[in-house]
Protein backbone atom coordinates (compact mmCIF):
# COMPACT_ATOMS: atom_id res chain seq x y z
CA UNK A 1 0.00 0.00 0.00
CA UNK A 2 0.88 3.43 -0.55
CA UNK A 3 2.02 5.54 2.21
CA UNK A 4 -0.28 8.40 3.10
CA UNK A 5 1.42 12.14 3.03
CA UNK A 6 0.00 13.78 5.51
CA UNK A 7 1.93 16.99 4.86
CA UNK A 8 0.82 17.55 1.64
CA UNK A 9 -0.87 20.51 0.98
CA UNK A 10 -3.39 18.90 -1.40
CA UNK A 11 -4.91 16.21 1.09
CA UNK A 12 -7.62 18.11 2.86
CA UNK A 13 -9.59 17.60 -0.44
CA UNK A 14 -7.85 14.75 -1.96
CA UNK A 15 -9.34 11.57 -2.56
CA UNK A 16 -9.13 8.89 0.02
CA UNK A 17 -9.02 5.31 0.63
CA UNK A 18 -7.96 3.47 3.72
CA UNK A 19 -4.50 3.55 2.75
CA UNK A 20 -4.10 6.31 0.48
CA UNK A 21 -3.78 9.71 0.22
CA UNK A 22 -3.56 11.47 -2.69
CA UNK A 23 -1.76 13.16 -4.82
CA UNK A 24 1.54 10.72 -3.58
CA UNK A 25 4.45 13.56 -3.48
CA UNK A 26 8.25 12.58 -3.67
CA UNK A 27 11.23 13.36 -1.44
CA UNK A 28 13.34 16.74 -1.89
CA UNK A 29 15.43 16.52 -4.41
CA UNK A 30 18.50 18.53 -5.87
CA UNK A 31 18.62 19.96 -9.13
CA UNK A 32 21.60 20.41 -11.61
CA UNK A 33 23.76 23.15 -11.62
CA UNK A 34 23.06 26.45 -13.44
CA UNK A 35 26.38 26.06 -14.89
CA UNK A 36 26.22 22.41 -15.87
CA UNK A 37 23.12 22.54 -17.99
CA UNK A 38 24.45 25.26 -19.56
CA UNK A 39 27.78 23.41 -20.82
CA UNK A 40 25.04 20.71 -21.72
CA UNK A 41 23.34 23.48 -24.11
CA UNK A 42 26.43 22.05 -26.98
CA UNK A 43 25.44 18.93 -26.55
CA UNK A 44 23.03 16.86 -28.77
CA UNK A 45 21.02 14.02 -28.37
CA UNK A 46 22.75 11.72 -30.41
CA UNK A 47 26.20 12.71 -28.52
CA UNK A 48 24.97 12.42 -25.24
CA UNK A 49 23.29 8.51 -25.98
CA UNK A 50 26.41 7.34 -27.40
CA UNK A 51 28.50 8.39 -25.06
CA UNK A 52 25.95 7.79 -22.27
CA UNK A 53 26.14 4.14 -23.41
CA UNK A 54 30.09 4.14 -23.41
CA UNK A 55 29.94 4.74 -19.72
CA UNK A 56 27.56 1.86 -19.39
CA UNK A 57 24.14 3.43 -19.03
CA UNK A 58 22.33 1.83 -21.70
CA UNK A 59 18.64 2.85 -21.40
CA UNK A 60 18.48 6.45 -22.02
CA UNK A 61 16.71 7.39 -25.19
CA UNK A 62 12.95 8.08 -24.49
CA UNK A 63 11.57 6.09 -27.78
CA UNK A 64 8.42 7.57 -28.67
CA UNK A 65 7.72 11.15 -28.29
CA UNK A 66 8.44 13.72 -30.95
CA UNK A 67 9.01 17.07 -31.08
CA UNK A 68 6.06 19.16 -31.80
CA UNK A 69 8.35 21.75 -32.71
CA UNK A 70 11.34 21.06 -35.13
CA UNK A 71 14.60 22.54 -34.79
CA UNK A 72 14.07 23.35 -30.48
CA UNK A 73 16.11 21.90 -28.16
CA UNK A 74 15.73 21.92 -24.43
CA UNK A 75 18.18 20.96 -21.53
CA UNK A 76 16.70 21.08 -17.99
CA UNK A 77 16.65 19.22 -14.50
CA UNK A 78 13.52 16.87 -14.67
CA UNK A 79 10.49 17.25 -12.60
CA UNK A 80 8.37 14.11 -12.75
CA UNK A 81 4.62 13.30 -12.67
CA UNK A 82 3.20 9.62 -12.78
CA UNK A 83 0.11 8.66 -13.89
CA UNK A 84 -1.59 5.29 -12.59
CA UNK A 85 -4.28 3.16 -13.53
CA UNK A 86 -7.91 4.00 -12.10
CA UNK A 87 -9.74 2.65 -9.40
CA UNK A 88 -12.89 4.14 -8.29
CA UNK A 89 -12.43 3.37 -4.77
CA UNK A 90 -9.30 5.58 -5.21
CA UNK A 91 -9.18 7.71 -7.87
CA UNK A 92 -10.95 8.12 -11.37
CA UNK A 93 -12.25 10.84 -13.52
CA UNK A 94 -16.05 10.07 -12.45
CA UNK A 95 -16.29 13.51 -10.84
CA UNK A 96 -14.92 15.13 -14.51
CA UNK A 97 -11.83 17.54 -14.67
CA UNK A 98 -12.93 19.02 -11.18
CA UNK A 99 -11.27 15.99 -8.96
CA UNK A 100 -8.03 16.74 -11.25
CA UNK A 101 -7.43 20.00 -8.97
CA UNK A 102 -6.68 17.71 -6.26
CA UNK A 103 -4.05 15.61 -8.30
CA UNK A 104 -0.61 15.71 -8.77
CA UNK A 105 -1.32 17.16 -12.31
CA UNK A 106 -2.06 20.55 -10.39
CA UNK A 107 0.50 19.59 -7.35
CA UNK A 108 3.45 19.09 -9.93
CA UNK A 109 2.98 22.30 -11.19
CA UNK A 110 3.39 24.34 -8.34
CA UNK A 111 6.91 23.02 -7.60
CA UNK A 112 8.03 24.21 -10.91
CA UNK A 113 11.76 26.62 -10.94
CA UNK A 114 12.84 28.18 -13.69
CA UNK A 115 14.50 25.80 -15.98
CA UNK A 116 12.26 22.83 -15.26
CA UNK A 117 11.67 19.89 -18.14
CA UNK A 118 8.16 17.88 -16.78
CA UNK A 119 8.49 14.18 -17.67
CA UNK A 120 5.25 12.36 -17.72
CA UNK A 121 5.11 8.91 -17.33
CA UNK A 122 2.01 7.84 -19.04
CA UNK A 123 2.35 4.51 -20.65
CA UNK A 124 1.81 6.00 -24.27
CA UNK A 125 -2.11 6.28 -23.54
CA UNK A 126 -3.65 7.95 -26.85
CA UNK A 127 -7.11 8.42 -25.22
CA UNK A 128 -5.67 10.39 -21.90
CA UNK A 129 -4.71 13.81 -22.39
CA UNK A 130 -2.21 14.51 -19.82
CA UNK A 131 -1.77 18.08 -20.57
CA UNK A 132 -4.02 21.20 -22.08
CA UNK A 133 -3.68 24.51 -23.21
CA UNK A 134 -4.00 26.38 -20.09
CA UNK A 135 -1.61 23.99 -17.61
CA UNK A 136 1.12 24.40 -20.28
CA UNK A 137 0.57 28.36 -20.04
CA UNK A 138 0.88 27.65 -16.54
CA UNK A 139 3.68 25.97 -16.75
CA UNK A 140 5.93 28.12 -18.79
CA UNK A 141 4.73 31.24 -16.69
CA UNK A 142 6.41 29.52 -13.69
CA UNK A 143 9.82 29.25 -15.49
CA UNK A 144 9.66 25.38 -17.05
CA UNK A 145 11.43 25.54 -20.34
CA UNK A 146 10.07 21.88 -22.01
CA UNK A 147 7.53 19.12 -21.59
CA UNK A 148 8.23 15.24 -22.60
CA UNK A 149 5.12 13.11 -22.73
CA UNK A 150 5.13 9.38 -22.84
CA UNK A 151 1.90 10.05 -24.13
CA UNK A 152 -0.89 12.25 -25.67
CA UNK A 153 -1.84 16.00 -25.03
CA UNK A 154 -4.88 17.78 -26.22
CA UNK A 155 -5.07 21.63 -27.41
CA UNK A 156 -2.61 21.05 -30.19
CA UNK A 157 -3.25 23.96 -32.17
CA UNK A 158 -2.94 26.63 -29.14
CA UNK A 159 0.02 24.66 -27.30
CA UNK A 160 1.71 25.02 -30.29
CA UNK A 161 1.01 28.77 -30.38
CA UNK A 162 2.66 28.85 -26.88
CA UNK A 163 5.98 27.73 -28.42
CA UNK A 164 7.22 25.80 -25.82
CA UNK A 165 9.28 23.28 -26.73
CA UNK A 166 7.74 19.72 -26.39
CA UNK A 167 7.84 16.29 -26.78
CA UNK A 168 4.79 14.09 -27.19
CA UNK A 169 3.67 10.85 -28.87
CA UNK A 170 0.14 12.98 -30.52
CA UNK A 171 -3.07 14.67 -29.66
CA UNK A 172 -6.19 13.63 -28.11
CA UNK A 173 -9.97 15.30 -27.34
CA UNK A 174 -9.62 13.60 -23.99
CA UNK A 175 -8.89 15.49 -20.79
CA UNK A 176 -6.26 13.63 -18.07
CA UNK A 177 -8.71 11.46 -16.08
CA UNK A 178 -11.59 10.77 -19.11
CA UNK A 179 -10.33 7.52 -19.65
CA UNK A 180 -8.28 4.55 -17.81
CA UNK A 181 -5.50 6.58 -15.80
CA UNK A 182 -4.90 9.53 -13.50
CA UNK A 183 -2.59 11.49 -12.24
CA UNK A 184 -1.01 10.01 -8.98
CA UNK A 185 2.27 11.09 -8.26
CA UNK A 186 4.66 14.08 -9.04
CA UNK A 187 8.84 13.87 -8.13
CA UNK A 188 8.58 10.22 -7.56
CA UNK A 189 10.31 8.11 -9.97
CA UNK A 190 9.25 7.74 -13.23
CA UNK A 191 9.67 5.15 -16.12
CA UNK A 192 9.11 7.09 -19.25
CA UNK A 193 9.10 5.11 -22.01
CA UNK A 194 10.56 2.29 -20.03
CA UNK A 195 13.30 4.95 -19.31
CA UNK A 196 14.02 5.20 -15.34
CA UNK A 197 14.01 9.08 -14.72
CA UNK A 198 14.50 10.36 -10.82
CA UNK A 199 13.57 14.03 -10.08
CA UNK A 200 16.43 16.07 -10.61
CA UNK A 201 18.09 14.08 -13.37
CA UNK A 202 18.71 16.17 -16.85
CA UNK A 203 17.02 15.44 -19.59
CA UNK A 204 18.03 16.73 -23.37
CA UNK A 205 15.62 17.01 -26.06
CA UNK A 206 16.03 18.00 -30.04
CA UNK A 207 15.12 16.74 -33.16
CA UNK A 208 16.13 13.17 -32.76
CA UNK A 209 14.53 12.60 -29.59
CA UNK A 210 14.84 13.11 -25.76
CA UNK A 211 17.50 11.63 -23.49
CA UNK A 212 17.85 11.08 -20.15
CA UNK A 213 21.27 12.09 -18.69
CA UNK A 214 21.66 10.89 -14.44
CA UNK A 215 22.26 14.28 -13.07
CA UNK A 216 26.12 12.45 -11.02
CA UNK A 217 27.18 11.63 -14.21
CA UNK A 218 26.51 14.94 -16.77
CA UNK A 219 30.18 16.52 -15.46
CA UNK A 220 32.34 13.31 -16.81
CA UNK A 221 29.75 13.76 -20.21
CA UNK A 222 30.69 16.78 -20.93
CA UNK A 223 34.24 16.54 -20.50
CA UNK A 224 33.84 13.53 -22.62
CA UNK A 225 31.98 15.32 -25.52
CA UNK A 226 34.39 18.26 -25.78
CA UNK A 227 36.96 15.27 -27.13
CA UNK A 228 34.31 13.54 -28.72
CA UNK A 229 33.17 16.89 -30.91
CA UNK A 230 36.99 17.82 -31.57
CA UNK A 231 38.09 14.29 -33.11
CA UNK A 232 34.56 14.58 -35.05
CA UNK A 233 35.98 18.07 -36.42
CA UNK A 234 39.03 16.07 -37.28
CA UNK A 235 37.60 13.38 -38.75
CA UNK A 236 35.27 15.51 -40.68
CA UNK A 237 38.00 17.56 -42.23
CA UNK A 238 39.86 14.05 -43.69
CA UNK A 239 37.02 12.46 -45.20
CA UNK A 240 35.86 15.45 -47.24
CA UNK A 241 39.82 15.56 -47.79
CA UNK A 242 39.50 12.31 -49.27
CA UNK A 243 40.29 10.14 -46.46
CA UNK A 244 38.70 6.68 -45.85
CA UNK A 245 35.83 5.98 -43.46
CA UNK A 246 37.62 2.90 -41.46
CA UNK A 247 40.78 5.23 -41.06
CA UNK A 248 38.79 8.13 -39.69
CA UNK A 249 35.18 7.25 -38.25
CA UNK A 250 35.23 5.87 -35.97
CA UNK A 251 39.39 6.55 -35.51
CA UNK A 252 41.62 3.95 -35.70
CA UNK A 253 44.72 3.60 -34.13
CA UNK A 254 46.80 5.66 -37.23
CA UNK A 255 43.68 7.30 -37.65
CA UNK A 256 44.00 8.48 -33.58
CA UNK A 257 47.58 8.73 -33.71
CA UNK A 258 47.26 11.25 -36.82
CA UNK A 259 44.73 13.26 -34.67
CA UNK A 260 46.63 13.51 -31.30
CA UNK A 261 48.91 15.38 -33.64
CA UNK A 262 46.80 17.68 -35.23
CA UNK A 263 45.35 18.41 -31.80
CA UNK A 264 48.50 19.22 -30.20
CA UNK A 265 49.75 21.04 -32.83
CA UNK A 266 49.18 24.82 -31.97
CA UNK A 267 47.52 26.74 -34.63
CA UNK A 268 49.32 29.04 -37.44
CA UNK A 269 49.15 32.91 -36.47
Not at 96 to 122: N, P, R
Not at 134 to 157: C, S
Request: aromatic content about 8%; overall charge negative.
Amino acid sequence: MTTPNTSNPFADNGLYHADVVLPVCGDAFQRADAALIEQLQVVSSATASALLHRMGIRQTFIEGPRTMIPGTKVVGSAITLQFMPQREDVASGLQQEHSEKYSALWAVLETVQQGDVLTIQAYGDPYTGCLGEMLVTYFQARGGVGIVVDGFIRDVPKVQQIGLPMWVRGSTPNYASQASLFPWAYNVPIACSRVLVLPGDIILADDDGAVLIPRQVAPQLVKLTLEHEDWETFSRMRIQQGGTLGKYYPLDAEGRQEYEQWRDTPPND
